[in-house]
């Protein structure tokens, strides 16, 4: 990084991270922990403060000495915040001017402690700043700090004040959805200078808000200029309500079940034992619950992800009714155009219920590449870099830079995108199964000049769960590959037989510098040759197997139809490939192709005979089976 660092932050009222964007692209820092997250709790006491992971764990044990969520009361007055008071486990008292102040108490023989919003917000800053140190070697002085959309002029400036009580100069405040659309390079095409229309759900833990956004491409020194045309939401609505619903149907058949109602002490278990089975709910179909009740018994039941639905319509209904509504305001500065892109931020948007709901009232396949509780400080990092003029718009493409396409039997990589293929791109390829009776199949999507999977980029993968059981070869697998303006790439899987449908986003891009992406061209120029031989192989040794499997099949019911000569001759054949193929499959060295093809081809023409038989027994309904 060549110019002075400005890193991206989100300021959350839970967690905050930090991220900055360099020629690898947009990344988070981790903390010692590992997680990108860095809670927003600070805990004041002997004489230290305490930030992050360990001011959070700790803050039942010291409730008045911990202050966490004290970005509700950023720049607003004691009046304001009325409301968020019974929430918060530590004391708020008026200051000057009618602005807030915690107070805590001191240590022991000391005063208490008095604060105001803006130096608790500076704690959680000056432990960002340190762990972008602490990562980039170097000293950071500047940084974008996103804000929510609503946020007026005293609360941003207190956010820039808390800022600068951290040795951190706020060099832009973006509004969390700007800062997410961002991300994903919504509004930074230069290219095309028409406007975007973007919406961005927010559904965190404990508040819900949506957005509706134009970004327009500009000149100068920013590549974008934002409109936030409407702004919703509640600030007492999130994953936290799913989390009680559940443990309420779990508390309400307890009752029902042992006549007695689980002893409130339990309520703060039954709530964790609920956001765990929900978290679950979202990857899996069913979701196990065993508690054990002591000399009452054993609470035993498996939650579907059907009633668990059931149980959060309500929930997800009233964040839909705030979109619609939002939807409305903006409708005079939409003239009736449609949105470009629906952008997903926060923990609880991995429910697939909220992505469905939204897709369909916003009519569009939401964004959900980036990690939602990433996003909005992977946009901070974005609008960082094109500030530092170290990047400017490096998300963008014009062509894909290197093909894309999903593994095959055997290791290979059947592309489906071909490199320098303009964006926006989109290609649909045909795939079956190679097993008979497989209910589920796993697409891994990969990224690469080379034939084999073990030599291309992974970019992720998905399963297509609940198949209906066929033979190798009957389902018929669509995969569709689509590549946006934006270089977000969405793979989808549907089993046209059964309907039944999967996908995933990715952006390919991410992480990959342009001299990474010359030399793994290079690297494909290198081996051309090997690859190919081994791809062919591979196919070869899959299409045999097939052949093999179908073919012997039928000898065993009817090679005896076949006169004796033609039957030896079928046989070995069929021997001679099999051999062929054990040894191409110990070795891919150890057989040539065209050997290969040659043998296979023959099994095709001696059982050209067998094949006829089999039709004609197929045709007079199967009566010809021996025995
Ligand atoms: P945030 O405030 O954005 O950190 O979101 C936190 C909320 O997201 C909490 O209610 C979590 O229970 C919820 N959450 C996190 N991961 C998942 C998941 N995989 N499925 C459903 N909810 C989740």
């Not at 093999?548 to 069929?574: H, N, T, V, Y």
């Amino acid at each position: 990084m060549s110019h002075e660092p400005i890193i991206g932050i989100d300021l959350g009222t839970t967690n905050s991270l930090v991220a900055i964007c360099d020629a690898q692209g947009p990344r988070t820092i981790p903390d010692r922990s590992g997680s990108p997250l860095v809670p927003s709790a600070v805990r004041y006491a002997q004489g230290t403060t305490v930030v992050g992971a360990d001011a959070r764990r700790d803050a039942t044990a010291h409730p008045r000495h911990t202050v966490l969520s004290v970005k509700r009361l950023m720049g607003r007055s004691l009046a304001e915040v009325g409301a968020d008071l019974p929430f918060l486990s530590y004391a708020v008292e008026a200051g000057p001017r009618g602005t807030c102040r915690v107070r805590l108490p001191g240590d022991p023989g000391a005063a208490d402690l008095v604060l105001s919003p803006e130096e608790v917000s500076a704690a959680v800053l000056r432990h960002l700043k340190l762990l972008a140190e602490s990562h980039l070697g170097r000293e950071v002085r500047k940084a974008v700090i996103t804000v929510p959309a609503y946020f007026d002029d005293a609360q941003r400036q207190a956010t820039r004040t808390a800022a600068r009580l951290a040795g951190l100069e706020a060099v832009r405040l973006v509004p969390e959805p700007t800062a997410a659309a961002l991300a994903y390079g919504l509004g930074l095409s230069s290219a095309d200078r028409t406007p975007r229309h973007v919406a961005v759900y927010d559904l965190g833990g404990g508040t819900f808000d949506i957005s509706i956004l134009r970004l327009t491409p500009a000149e100068g020194e920013d590549p974008f200029f934002f409109q936030v045309l409407a702004v919703g939401g509640d600030t007492r609505l999130g994953g936290d309500d799913a989390d009680h619903l559940v443990a309420d149907l779990f508390r309400r058949e307890i009752l029902a079940r042992t006549g007695a109602a689980p002893a409130p002490e339990s309520t703060q278990g039954l709530i964790s034992l609920a956001e765990q089975v929900k978290i679950r709910l979202s990857e899996h179909e069913t979701a196990p619950v065993r508690i054990d009740l002591g000399p009452a018994g054993v609470y035993e039941r498996t939650l579907t992800r059907a009633e668990f639905e059931s149980l959060i319509t309500p929930l997800v209904d009233r964040t839909i009714d705030r979109c619609r509504i939002a939807l409305a305001s903006a409708e005079t500065e939409l003239a009736g155009k449609p949105l470009d892109a629906a952008v997903l931020v926060g923990g609880s948007t991995r429910i697939p219920l909220v992505r469905r709901r939204v897709g369909e009232c916003f009519n569009l396949e939401p964004y959900t590449a980036l990690d939602p509780d990433q996003v909005v400080a992977l946009g901070a990092s974005v609008q960082a870099a094109v500030l530092s003029g170290d990047r400017r718009g490096t998300l963008l493409l014009d062509v894909i830079p290197l093909s894309l396409g999903v593994e095959t039997v055997g290791g290979a990589v059947a592309k489906v995108i071909m490199r320098n293929t303009p964006v926006p791109a989109r290609a649909t390829e045909m795939f079956s199964t190679s097993v008979d009776n497989q209910t589920a199949f796993r697409l891994t999507v990969f990224q690469g000049e080379r034939e084999m999977a073990a030599d291309c980029r992974r970019l992720g993968e998905f399963h297509l769960r609940g198949l209906p059981p066929m033979p190798a070869g009957i389902p018929q697998l669509e995969i569709t590959f689509l590549v946006d303006a934006n270089g977000v790439l969405g793979v989808s899987a549907l089993e046209r037989r059964s309907g039944r449908r999967a996908s995933m986003q990715v952006i390919p891009n991410h992480g990959l510098t342009p001299e990474e992406v010359d030399r793994i061209e290079q690297e494909s120029v290198t081996h051309a040759r090997e690859d190919m031989t081994r791809h062919r192989i591979v196919d070869l040794i899959a299409n045999s197997n097939l052949d093999l499997k179908w073919i012997g099949e039928r000898f065993d019911r009817f090679s005896g139809e076949l006169p004796p000569p033609e039957r030896d001759s079928l046989s070995a054949c069929m021997t001679r490939l099999r051999g062929l193929v054990a040894r191409a499959t110990a070795d891919w060295k150890g057989v040539a192709p065209d050997e290969l093809h040659q043998a296979k081809e023959s099994l095709d023409r001696a059982s050209v005979r067998l094949q006829e038989i089999s039709i004609a027994a197929s045709l007079r309904g199967s009566t010809a089976r021996p025995g």
